[in-house]
């Protein structure tokens, strides 16, 4: 696992330099799910697949900006779900993105997640993993080293809120939880990057994150095996929730990789507050 650790660290330092330097634009590409992609899209895809076929352990990589699996090595025990860059609509504005992997075996289902990481590209590059029972924090340093930070735990109850997807398609039991919120002190705080927005309510104690079901789009947006997953089990690990609304997240199988679902990630409080609007 160590191995994989690193070969994400090294794939983190040519990813940023990519963001920092590349061009913003277009390719002529599109994804499984249609979007076009963009050329960080691509190259950062590109980046992990060289660093992570590397490692011996690992038997498979699925990637979000691929429709199908990668076979890598045969006799691997890890089956690594990734999304190469999260959020990268937002490059273009200079905000914060995001690159999140699951590192499983097996299968891509919720129980067989062993691993999680998640690197933040924002004024400073940070990196989280969530292993062997915890969460821990590093920052890149001017000699391309992560050191690390710090543990992170989630309070019972946090403060911020960050409600995703269209309004006008809100079902009204999840607008009125979400007015409740609000109405309960809550501040807001989304960007439009599940990484960096999620990475906030880590470090900030604790909130909601939710991209909820909509009457456009019934089952989400958010794909289990490369975003819902690792985030699940970060928040977990940290003390926190994850739920679909009324079940458990980890407890969840795609039947293909590119399934989404709806999601709710957060501290004991707010999730107690989902349970409530959501479960009748
Ligand atoms: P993409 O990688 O296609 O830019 O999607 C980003 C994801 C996630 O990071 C974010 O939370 C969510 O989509 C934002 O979706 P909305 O624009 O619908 O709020």
Redesign the pocket.
């Known amino acids: 696992m160590k191995e994989i650790f690193e070969a994400i660290k090294k794939s983190a330092i040519r990813i940023r330099y990519a963001i920092e330097n590349d061009d913003t634009g277009y390719s002529q590409n599109q994804n499984t799910t249609g979007?076009v992609q963009l050329k960080l899209d691509i190259k950062s895809d590109l980046i992990i697949e060289e660093e992570l076929s590397q490692i011996a352990s690992v038997k498979e990589l699925a990637s979000e900006e691929k429709e199908h699996i990668e076979k890598i090595h045969e006799d691997g025990k890890y089956l690594i779900g990734y999304?190469p860059l999260?959020?990268?609509?937002?490059v273009d504005v200079n905000l914060s993105v995001g690159s999140i992997f699951g590192i499983y075996e097996d299968d891509y289902s919720g129980k067989n997640l062993k691993a999680s990481v998640y690197v933040v590209y924002g004024p400073r590059v940070e990196l989280v993993i969530g292993y062997d029972g915890e969460v821990q924090l590093y920052r890149l340093d001017s000699n391309d080293k992560f050191n690390f930070i710090q543990v992170i735990n989630l309070n019972q109850k946090g403060k911020l809120n960050s409600p995703?997807?269209?309004q006008n398609c809100w079902h009204p039991h999840h607008k009125k939880l979400i007015e409740d919120i609000f109405l309960d002190g809550y501040r807001l705080r989304y960007s439009?990057?599940?990484?960096p927005?999620l990475h906030q309510i880590l470090l900030k104690g604790g909130g909601l994150f939710s991209?909820p079901a909509t009457s456009d789009n019934e089952k989400g947006?958010?794909r289990m095996t490369f975003e819902v997953f690792p985030f699940a089990q970060i928040f977990e690990l940290a003390g926190g929730e994850a739920i679909d609304g009324e079940r458990r997240l980890l407890d969840l199988t795609p039947l293909h990789i590119h399934d989404t679902t709806p999601c709710f990630f957060g501290s004991n409080e707010e999730i107690k507050k989902v349970k409530s609007a959501y479960v009748n």
């Not at 439009?192 to 990484?195: A, E, F, Y």
């Open positions: 979007d999304d999260d959020g990268s609509s937002l995703g997807g269209t439009g990057g599940m990484v927005d991209y947006k958010l």
